[in-house]
């Protein structure tokens, strides 16, 4: 077998050379222009073909093309605007946070040890005039006898702790100024200078709390307490035909002048509710003190002289000191309201006499049919009068200090008696003085202390 594809395979190497020598001798290497481009004169040109767009070649875009592709452009500008910002964001914030723990570590050590130790030391004297103004408080209330001159003392305690605390609060501020220009301040320095500011918040709050308590003491103290001295009162539960007082004046009421005083703390007040009547069978209206409203007021001889205040009556429990002064002399008559003239008509009742021998109440007035006395059942009258009186004129609330004189009294002196925190029920009338003229209540009217 091999013996037969060795001639085979010499055959085949002849050939191959044989066909190499061959083809090298054909070969004529000619380095010139292998192409004609001469153009001669008088030749026509040929037109050339107007090559076709290939397959990548853009189209020319239309107006809705180039609309879009400029809303793609922006939306990508503003993204990377945005993109951009953040950045810039987050690189300063994170400079900013560096300077910060820097400027702590620097600085905070010496203010916030003076800030502490200052704070502590006003806290505690804070404290201390908190604790005396309780124990003042303390004391009002177990002796019972809070006036409006403790009023005002606690008032002006009050109101230096608060000045205290806005003063603590300018030296705070000083603090921190010094601490953020003077790098090197010391802290025993700073100590002197101000005061910790959450010590002063908590201690600002501790105060509004003490003055809430102290507000609602002293209200109660005062719906409590009688004004002017006063250690009594008449109380008037309701308005009932049945509640009145009746009194026994101390002279006989011939009177060509007269003041009459008084302090009303009304509940409610009607179209007409009657504090102080005189009258007699003939007129049943010589004298009234009333009130209509916030209204006062004030009747000589009859209805048909009358002196009117407007807006001088108090609501919510709130006491009122009320005059009426009247001289027959020209029929000069005042109406008085906490110590102020509101009113003044002159020619009422001129050269008028009061008669002697009618019946003089408070809370209710002797009305045309008589009226009806005794604290017990309906057998009880007063006498010489039949009847009743009218519930709707009827005074619901407390009464004090109610006082009558012979004469007219000067400005002067009802400024006095109308003094709350004054002792204008030692100052007693001649014809009737309250706590020495006899004064009985009917019907569930009662004194009280």
């Not at 180039?66 to 990377?80: C, D, T, V, Y």
């Not at 005039?129 to 008032?155: I, K, P």
């Not at 507000?215 to 109380?235: D, I, V, W, Y």
Request: aromatic share 6%.
């Amino acid at each position: 077998m091999f013996l037969w594809r060795l001639p085979q395979a010499a055959c085949l190497v002849l050939v191959c050379v044989s066909l190499t020598l061959g083809y090298e001798d054909d070969i004529e290497v000619n380095y010139g222009d292998s192409y004609y481009n001469e153009i001669t004169e008088g030749e026509p040109l040929e037109p050339t073909a107007t090559p076709a767009p290939g397959p990548c070649k853009a189209t020319d875009m239309t107006k809705w093309d180039k609309l879009f592709s400029m809303l793609e452009n922006s939306q990508m500008r503003e993204n990377m605007l945005l993109q951009f910002s953040d950045d810039i964001i987050k690189v300063e914030l994170g400079s900013l946070r560096g300077e910060m723990l820097r400027f702590v570590a620097q600085y905070g050590g010496a203010c916030g040890v003076a800030v502490e130790t200052a704070g502590r030391r006003m806290s505690m004297q804070m404290e201390a005039r908190l604790r005396e103004s309780m124990e003042h408080l303390r004391q009002d209330r177990s002796t019972d006898a809070v006036n409006s001159a403790g009023n005002s003392h606690q008032e002006k305690l009050l109101q230096q702790l608060l000045t205290e605390v806005r003063t603590q609060a300018i030296q705070l501020i000083k603090l921190e100024n010094i601490c953020l220009s003077n790098p090197e301040a010391k802290g025993e320095n700073l100590q002197q200078e101000v005061a910790s500011a959450e010590m002063l918040v908590a201690v600002v709050t501790e105060l509004a709390k003490t003055r809430a308590v102290l507000e609602l003491a002293l209200k109660s103290a005062q719906q409590r307490h009688l004004p002017a001295g006063c250690e009594t009162a008449l109380l008037f539960p309701m308005r009932s035909p049945r509640i009145f007082s009746s009194v026994t004046p101390d002279l006989p009421l011939s009177l060509s002048s007269f003041t009459v005083c008084l302090w009303a703390k009304p509940v409610s007040v009607s179209n007409r509710t009657v504090l102080f009547s005189y009258g007699t069978k003939r007129n049943p209206y010589e004298i009234q003190l009333l009130l209509s409203g916030t209204r006062a007021l004030f009747t000589v001889g009859g209805e048909a002289h009358l002196v009117e205040a407007r807006g001088v009556v108090k609501g919510g429990g709130v006491w009122t000191h009320l005059c009426g002064a009247w001289s027959s002399e020209q029929g000069i008559a005042s109406l008085w309201a906490d110590g102020h003239r509101v009113a003044f008509t002159p020619g009422v009742a001129e050269g008028h006499m009061l008669p002697d021998g009618g019946s003089l109440q408070l809370g209710q007035e002797k009305n045309d049919g008589g009226v009806s006395g005794g604290s017990g059942g309906s057998g009880s009258q007063m006498p010489g009068f039949e009847g009743g009186f009218d519930a709707k004129l009827a005074f619901a609330g407390k009464m004090t200090g109610v006082n009558m004189w012979d004469r007219v009294l000067t400005e002067e002196e009802i400024s006095q008696l109308a003094l709350q925190d004054g002792e204008g029920c030692e100052q007693r009338g001649n014809v009737v003085g309250w706590g020495l003229t006899e004064i009985v209540p009917h019907g569930g009217a009662q004194f009280i202390n």
